[in-house]
């Protein structure tokens, strides 16, 4: 499955107290292609409504957890039809999604990546990823070549060997962050130290272990997503993420 395949559009479905989820087919700019994939179609639904013909790519307790965490958050702040993003730990994806007035959660898009082979949690001094309501803070190295890597907060001109399935990176091979950096903040008491942890969403290296969890803390993703990420949909001081271990 390629980042050029594309979601397919079905009809609107009811999620619990008037949430709804549609998932469309939606384009990113020509320049670079769209982070999206098909949505397998399934005889039954996840979410326990017969109007569905493909399978939700969300969890029901991610989605519980949206309903209670991000939707309120987005209706006190009147950013609806906004794109946010979504992390699944369960799954080791990212998700493109919007909320609307009438209450349908729209499925954009989603990539692989892979968060903190720890595992998920807000303490400090962890290399585990921080989980609740984000907000991006800063985004750096859009303007950087692919490959560039970021080292001790600087972008060097040393570029950063990518391992991919066909040429996995030989025994304890190390990931290392390259450009683009979306750097997070936590918008929550429990995740208030996730700038000062420096966590990001990065371009990875180890394109071999996206879809696992890898990192140390970090979320990877390959370059084409992360740039995509970063130059047309990541907002400085606005975009929401909302990181669940589901």
Known sequence: MTIRDY????TTGVIGAGLGLVLMN?????KYETLVEKVQCETTNILHTHHWECRSPLSEKLNEELKVEVIPYIQANST?????FIVSGQRQRLYLATYSKEGD???TGQAPVSTAKDGFGNNYDSEKTPLGLHQIAEIYGTDKEEGQMFINWEFTKQKGKIYTSENPAPQNTKGVVMAPVLRLKGLKQEN???YKRNIYFHTTNRVDELGKK???ACIRLKYLDAITLA?????QHKTLVYISQY
């Open 7 to 10: 979601l397919l559009p079905i």
């Open 26 to 30: 939606r384009f990113a700019p020509e």
């Open 80 to 84: 609806y039809d906004e794109t946010f």
């Open 105 to 107: 959660l729209t499925i």
């Open 192 to 194: 208030q130290w996730t």
């Open 214 to 216: 890898a990192s140390h």
């Open 231 to 235: 130059k047309y949909y990541a907002k």
